[in-house]
Structure formats: C-alpha cells, structure tokens
C-alpha cells in the first residue's frame, strides 16, 4: 500500500546526517558507567571519603543524564527539519504529522 507513493523516492538510501551526535551520547552513556561503578565501589567500602565523593560522582551521573537528553532534542529538531527539507515524500509536508492525526 505504501508502495504506490515511493515513486518520487530514489533508490538510494536516505540519509540522515546528524546521526554522528550519537556516538556524543554513547560517551556520556559509557561515561556515565563508569561513574556508577565509582558510585557502587564507594558504598560498598562504607568509608566516609568514598560516600563524601558519592555526592560529587552523582552530580555528574545527572549532569550527564540531561546532556543525553539536551543531544536527542537537538536530534529530532535535526530529523524533523531534514524530513521537511524533502518535500514530495509521503508524510515530510509540514503540517503532516501522522502521530497528530486521530486514528481512523
């Protein structure tokens, strides 16, 4: 069904050229590992500089957390006007929002 309006569509692949912030998030991600191991390793030694540190680590674990989730807006800002930027495509009219649209 969909087939009938992939005419306009070429046979090469669509790429989406922001997916390089990705990898920014697999690092604070691996990142953010390693600080809860720190986070786990200092509680189970119960020594009051390792569970004083404990506060810092987790500061970081958050500060980590909200610039994952400050890339992946940037990332669907970027998809959002790249599909715009194609028009013709099934869906990429602005104002074409399946996921607005009601269920029929």
Known sequence: MADNNNQ???SEPIEFPNFSKLEKVQDLLDNNRHLLQQIKAN???QRPEGLAKN???IQDVNANIDKVLQVYVQISEDYRAFMIQRPGEVGNEPGSDDADQPAT
Request: charged letters at 10%; zero cysteines; a negative charge.
């Open 8 to 10: 306009n569509n070429s």
């Open 43 to 45: 509680h189970d030694a």
């Open 55 to 57: 506060f810092t680590l």
